[in-house]
C-alpha cells in the first residue's frame, strides 16, 4: 500500500465485542451473559483504540442490545450488563486528544507474549472542558495496586473523580434484578504535579481530572 499510493490508509475496527461463550441456555445461542471479565476486556479493547487512534479511526461494537450486548430486555424491562459500564465512561468522558502515557507497572509472565504489565493505561485530554482523563484496567486478580500518577507541567486541578466499575469476584455478572456490577464514584485529592491512587484488583477504573486553570 505504501509503495502503490500516497494516501494514508486507515483502520476500522468492525463488529469488535468480547464473546466467549456459544450456548447459555436460552433459545438464542447469541444471547450471552457477561461477567466482570467481559467488563474488563472491553476496558482494554477501548483503551488499545485510544492508544492507537493514529491508525484506527473507526470501531464500532456489536451489538447494542440482546444480543452479545451491554444492554438487555426482558419482557417491559430493560437492565445493563457488566460491560455496559466502561462503555459507557469512555463514551461520555473521553474526548479531544489522546495522550502519550509513560507507564511502569508490576508485571506477570505469559508464555505468548513474555512479561505483560498488570495496568492497562489510556489517557485523553479535552481542551474545551478543561478534563484529563485516565483509563486503567488493574488486570491482578487480587491484589490492589498503588500507582503514582504524575503530571510533566503541573497541570492537574485541586480535586479529580475516580469512576471505578468492580464486583465481588470476576465471574460475577449482572441480571435483571441485580446489579453486581456498577460504577462507584469517589473523590480524589490531587496536587498539580502528582497524586496516589490505588487501583482494586480486578477493576477498571476512570479518573477524570479537572486542569488547573
Not at 16 to 28: I, L, V
Not at 118 to 147: C, F, K, M, W
Request: charged residues 20%.
Amino acid at each position: 500500500m505504501k509503495n502503490r499510493s500516497s494516501k494514508n490508509v486507515y483502520i476500522a475496527f468492525d463488529e469488535w465485542n468480547a464473546w466467549t461463550r456459544t450456548f447459555n441456555g436460552s433459545d438464542n445461542t447469541l444471547s450471552e451473559i457477561y461477567d466482570l471479565q467481559d467488563a474488563l476486556v472491553v476496558a482494554q479493547y477501548l483503551n488499545i483504540f485510544m492508544r492507537t487512534c493514529d491508525i484506527v479511526k473507526m470501531a464500532n461494537i456489536a451489538q447494542l442490545v440482546n444480543v452479545i450486548a451491554p444492554m438487555r430486555t426482558e419482557g417491559d424491562r430493560i437492565w445493563k450488563q457488566t460491560t455496559y459500564h466502561p462503555f459507557y465512561l469512555f463514551s461520555n468522558h473521553c474526548r479531544g486528544t489522546s495522550l502519550d502515557v509513560f507507564t511502569k507497572s508490576p508485571v506477570y509472565q505469559t508464555r505468548r507474549y513474555e512479561a505483560v504489565p498488570y495496568l492497562d493505561v489510556s489517557s485523553t485530554y479535552d481542551a474545551e472542558n478543561g478534563e484529563i482523563v485516565l483509563n486503567v484496567v488493574n488486570r491482578h486478580p487480587d491484589q490492589a495496586i498503588t500507582a503514582e500518577i504524575q503530571s510533566q507541567n503541573n497541570s492537574f486541578g485541586k480535586e479529580a473523580v475516580a469512576h471505578v466499575v468492580n464486583g465481588s469476584r470476576v465471574d460475577i455478572a449482572n441480571s435483571v434484578d441485580e446489579q453486581n456490577v456498577s460504577i462507584q464514584d469517589r473523590t480524589v485529592k490531587t496536587a498539580p504535579d502528582k497524586f496516589s491512587f490505588s487501583f482494586e484488583p480486578h477493576s477498571f477504573t476512570q479518573i477524570v481530572i479537572k486542569t488547573a486553570k
